[in-house]
T-cell receptor, first 113, second 116 residues
Framework: AQKITQTQPGMFVQEKEAVTLDCTYD???????LFWYKQPSSGEMIFLIYQGSYDQQNATEGRYSLNFQKARKSANLVISASQLGDSAMYFC??????????FGAGTRLAVHP | DSGVTQTPKHLITATGQRVTLRCSPR?????VYWYQQSLDQGLQFLIQ???????AKGNILERFSAQQFPDLHSELNLSSLELGDSALYFC???????????????FGPGTRLTVL
């Protein structure tokens, strides 16, 4: 069965510094997709970045980049130049057949001024 | 704004009652997904519909049911409610139901259900 593991329940980072949020996954399917979502205290789920298993390059979206190491089955999210508004829960997710998502437990990020 | 709407935003009810949560997908999206976010279980997939037909089922209780109507909006019905059903219920939509590629799911703002 497919599984997503986020081992960091909480992380702290100083404003303007970079932070890496860990995500490992387990699947036997050679074709899969990995997503990162942000959930601020208001509750909505905000899509951040996507990485396909066949993508040759690591995905980047503005200040977000994904450190994709296929052999290690890891897909870590890197946030550069952290801002106070980055304080939120972050979820790593994997796409299963029929496009449904399985989520990790999440990492709560706190950005300090 | 993702373009997915959910009503109501908040719902407070008593144990044993029945409620209906409503979701309107983004214009053009045929697939609707329901997720439950609770403190105990985290974020988990409940059920998926594509163009009116059930496509996939997750850890959805027998007390819960859903449907997708011809206009593509979807309803999640929760009956015989228990305290443990208190959660944030998300609806998401996408253009297609599966396959390779991006297939981003757009999430609605959620319905927060409190069972007292």
């Amino acid at each position: 069965a497919q599984k997503i593991t986020q081992t960091q329940p909480g992380m702290f980072v100083q404003e303007k510094e970079a932070v890496t949020l860990d995500c490992t996954y387990d699947t036997s399917d050679p074709s899969y997709g990995l997503f990162w979502y942000k959930q601020p205290s208001s509750g909505e789920m905000i899509f951040l970045i996507y990485q396909g298993s066949y993508d040759q390059q690591n995905a980047t979206e503005g200040r977000y980049s994904l450190n994709f190491q296929k052999a290690r089955k890891s897909a870590n999210l890197v946030i550069s130049a952290s801002q106070l508004g980055d304080s939120a829960m972050y979820f790593c997710a994997m796409r299963e057949p029929y496009n449904k998502l399985i989520f990790g437990a999440g990492t709560r990020l706190a950005v300090h001024p | 704004d993702s373009g997915v709407t959910q009503t109501p935003k908040h719902l407070i009810t008593a144990t044993g009652q029945r409620v209906t949560l409503r979701c309107s997908p983004r214009s053009g999206d045929l697939s609707v997904y329901w997720y439950q976010q609770s403190l105990d279980q985290g974020l988990q997939f409940l059920i998926q519909y594509y163009n009116g037909e059930e496509r996939a089922k997750g850890n959805i209780l027998e007390r819960f049911s859903a449907q997708q109507f011809p206009d593509l909006h979807s309803e999640l019905n929760l009956s015989s409610l228990e305290l443990g059903d208190s959660a944030l219920y998300f609806c998401a939509s996408s253009v297609v139901a599966g396959g390779l590629g991006y297939n981003e799911q757009f999430f609605g703002p959620g319905t927060r259900l409190t069972v007292l």
